[in-house]
C-alpha cells in the first residue's frame, strides 16, 4: 500500500502572530542548505523504506518562500529514490500574496498539482491582528494566478473564532471565500498556542478572549453555508467538493503509514513514531554529518513504539475525525482482528446515549453535537 | 539527688520570642549537649516543628548545674506546646513544674500567648521568672518590655532579666535565678508513688513512654504500675530521663523528672493528665486536673484516589500512636467515597496533621470543610452530638440547636480595631470590653462562635492587620442559636461533603456565595448543570453551568499525533481525579471551595 510522504519546509518571511509551526523568519542564508539535507534525507528514507508514494505534500512554514531551483532540487530527490505514483496528488502550501503567476506555473511543472492557500480571514482588521503579510486582495489575486498556471485543486484554509470576531464578520468572510470556488475548504478554530504573541496578547487583556460558544456558533453557522454551496464535509475541520477530498490527509487521519522529512517533521510507520529535531541547523548538521547513519533518520530527536493497544486507540482517535466515513467495522476487524463491540462495546454505548455517537453497526461516526466535542470522545478510547 | 536540689521549670513565651533558641543555650551552657551534638532548636525533633519553628509536642531534659553555692543542682526543663490548640497538654506540662521562664520579646513586647501561657502559669501558682530575650537587636527596648512586665504581674521590673538567647548574653545569670527563685519540689518521699504523665511519645521497641514527673514516693525499675484513668496495668520496660536522649536509670524519685517505658502499644492507654501508681497501691488517689481528650473541629478526610483509603488508615494508626489527641472514625460520604472523620483539637492542629499525612505519608487528600460539634436537642427531649453537617437530624425532629462559643483576644495596634471590629462583627461575635496594653497596642476581647473561626478566621485577621494582630482563644460554653443545614444540590442531587450548617441570618448570604463559587469552580459538562443552595426544602440560590458545547481539537495532522493524544491523556487523567456525584464530575477544588468563600 502506498505511503504519505511529508516534506518540511520551515521558513517564513514574517512570523504570524498565532503561529506556532515550526518554522522560521529571516533565515534566507539556510534555503540552499536545507535544501540539499532535505533532498538528503528524502534519499535515505527511500532506502530504507522503499515503498510507493501515493500522496506528497510540502508544507511548513511557507514551501513557497523556497526558489523553484530549490522545490525541484528536493522534488527531484522524490521522484529519483521514491516510486511516486503516476496519479500522485502533490499538495504545496503557499501564502497568498507572495506567489507571481510565473512562480505558480513553474510549480505545477514540477508536478505540484494541488496548491493549499492560507487566506485566513478577509477582513482587514482580523488580518492584521494576525499579523498575516497579505490583504483579502492578495488571496483574490493568487486564486487567479493559480487558476491561470492550471491549478484545478485549490484549498483555502480559514481561521474562525478570533479575539474580537463577529458573527457576521465570520459570514463575510465566508462568502468571499465561496465566491472564489475553491474546491476544498479547511475552517481552523484559533487555538491560543502557549508562546505565540496573539496568546500574550489576550492574557494581557488587550484583545479579548476568544468565546467558545460563539466559536461553536461559527462552526455552525459554517457548517449550514458551506453544504448549501454544494461543499461536503468530510473531516471535523475540512470540507470539498465531491472527490477533492485531501488524500495526504486522509493517510493520517486513516492512521496509514507515512514518511516526513526536514526539520521537526514526523514519521510513522511499521509501528514506531519519531520526529526530527526542530532547529534548522541543527537539522542540517544531523543530516550532513558524516559516518553511519542513525536508524531511523539521522535527524531524528525522539520516537516513540506505537503497540497494538495504543494503535487502536490511535485508529479511534483519528478515525472519528473524519465525519463522513468514521470508523469501518470492517476496516476495524480486519485490521485488529476484533469488532468495535468487542473493543468498545460500553464506550460506544455510552456515546451514542450521550448523543455524540452515531453507530449503526457498520460504521461509527460523530454525530454533529459530537464534532464539537471530539475531545470527549477521543479520550475515551485511548488505552490510558 | 536531694530533693533540695531539683529545680522543675518551663519557659513560655508568645512564639518566636525564642523559647527554642533559649532551650539550646540553657542545655549547651550545662554541657547536657556537647558543642558537636549541638544543632538548632535540638527539642524541636519533628521535621514539621524545625520547620514550622513551633514547639508541637513537648519534651523534658535533665541537665545538672553547678551553681556559684558550689552546689551541683538537678535542673528539668519541660519544653511546652506553643500553640494555643494544645491548652491542655500545656496545662500539664505546667503541672509538672515549680517556676516558669516567661520570655518576652524585647522588640515585641507583651503578645496574646505571652498573656495566656502567663494565666496558665500563675493557675498552676509557678514561681514566674521574667525574661527579655533579644537584647542584641538593634530595635530591642528591654526597659521598656520589662515596665510593661512589672505592670502586668508586678514583679520589679529590676528583677526581668536581659537576655540575648542568641548570643548567650545573660544565660548565666538566668541560671542561677531558677536555682535561688524556682522553689524545689514539694512531694513526700515516703508516700505510695504518684506521677503525673505530661506527654508521651510512641517508640517502636519500646511502645508508649510516658513523661513523668514524680509527685510522691519512689518507682524502682521493673515495678509494676497502673494507670488510673485508663486502667492499665504494665510493667515497666525501662526508667530514665532525657538527657536529651533517653537515658536508662534503676529510679525515678519523688520531685524527679523522667520517662517510664510502658510497652504499651496505644497512646490512648496512655493518656497525658493520667496518674501511674504502682499497680498494688489501691487507696492512693489520683492527681487532680485529668481531662479526657476533647476535640473541638472536625474534619473529614478522604484519599483523593480511592484506593489509597488503606494508606490512609495506616498512616492515622501510625499518627495516633504520637498523638493522642487526634481522633477518627470511619465515613463515607455519597459524594467522596469512603474516607474518615476526624477531631482535632484546633484548626492549627488540623493543618499539622494534614501536612504530614501528605508529607511523612506521600499522601495525596482531600479535606473537607471544617465543622464544630453540635448539641442537637430532638422534639423527643434526646440530646445529641454531631460534628457533621451530615448526621444533622430531619428538620422536624429538631427542638434546638447548639453551638461551642469562644472567649477571644485580639492584640492588636490600634491603628485596626477599626478593620478588627468589622471583620469579627461579620462573624457574630459579641464584643465585650477593650483594654490599652499601653498607647499603641489594645486587647479586644469577644465572645465568638467557634465555627465563625474555623473557617479562614486567623488570615483574615492577620490580612486585616498587616500581620501585627495577635490572638488567644479558649472555650467558653455552648450556647443556642438559629442554626440551619444549609445543602447545596448538584443536578438536583444533594451532595453531602458540601453541606455546612450556619446561622440562619447568614444562610442567604453563605448560600449565594457558595453557589457562584461552585459555578467558577465545577467544570462545563455535557449537559447543563444546576446548582442549588437549599435550607430544608427551600432553595435560596441557583445558578447553572452551562453545557459544555465546544472541546474539539481543530488540528490533527501527521506532526500533531502524539502532542494532541498526550493532551487528550492528559484531560482523560485530570477527569479521572474528579469526583462524580451522579452523572457529573465534580473537581477536589470543589469541595475545599466552601473553606474560601470571598467576601
Ligand atoms: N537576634 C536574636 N534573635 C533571636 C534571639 N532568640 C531567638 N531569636 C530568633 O527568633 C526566632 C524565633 O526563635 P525561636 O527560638 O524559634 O522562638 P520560639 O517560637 O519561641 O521557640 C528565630 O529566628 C531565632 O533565631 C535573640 O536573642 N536574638
Ligand atoms: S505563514 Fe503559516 S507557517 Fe508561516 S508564520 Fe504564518 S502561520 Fe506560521
Ligand atoms: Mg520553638
Redesign the pocket.
Known sequence: MPIGLYLHIPFCRVRCTYCDFNTYAGLGRLHGPYADALAQEVRLLASRFPRPVGTLFLGGGTPTVLSIKLLRRVLAACFDTFAVEDDAEITSEANPGTVSLDYLRALRHLGVNRLSLGAQTFDRGELAMLGRVHDAEGVRLTVQRARAAGFDNLNLDLIYGLPGQTLTSWARTLEQAMALTPEHISLYCLTLEEGTPLRDRVLQGRLPAPDPDLAADMYELADDRLAREGYRQYEISNWSRPGYECAHNLVYWRNRPYLGAGAGAHSSIKGQRWWNVRPVQTYIDRVTAGGATPWPSPAAEDGEIIDRALEMGETMMLGLRLTREGVAEADFRRRFGLSLEEAYGDVIRELVNAGLLTWDQTRLRLTRRGRLLGNRVFARFLPC | MNQSHIRNFC?I????????????RLLQITGTISERDMQ??VL?DMELEREK???IKASAVRMRYQARDRQTYELNLIDTP?HVDFTYEVSRALAACEGAVL?V??TQGIEAQTLANLYLALDHDLEIVPVV?????PS?RPEEVAQEIEDLIGIDAADVLP?????G?GVDTLLEAIVTRVPPPQGDPDAPFRALIFDSHYDAYKGVVVYVRVVDGVLHDREPVRLMATERQVEPLELGFFHPQMTPSDRLETGQVGYIATGLKTIRDARVGDTVTLADAITVSALPGYQPVKPMVFAGLYPTEGEDYNLLKDALEKLQLNDASLIYEPETSQALGFGFRAGFLGLFHMEIIQERLEREYDLDILVTAPSVAYQVKTRDGQVITIDSPAQLPDESTIESIAEPWMRISVYTPTAYIGPVMEMTTKRRAEFDHMEYLDEQRVRLEYRMPLSEMIVDFYDQLKSATRGYASLDYQFDGYREGDLVKLDVLVNGQPVDALSIIVHRDQAYQRGQRLVSKLKKVIPRQLFTVPIQAAVGKRVISRANVKALRKDVLAKCYGGDVTRKRKLLERQKKGKKRMKMVGSVEIPQEAFMSVLKLDE
Open positions: 519557659i513565651a508568645h512564639i518566636d520570642h525564642g523559647k527554642s533558641t533559649l532551650a539550646d538548632e532548636q524541636d519553628g513551633v514547639t506553643g520570655v520579646d524585647a530575650n533579644k537584647i542584641d537587636l530591642a537576655v540575648s538567647a542568641k548570643e548574653t
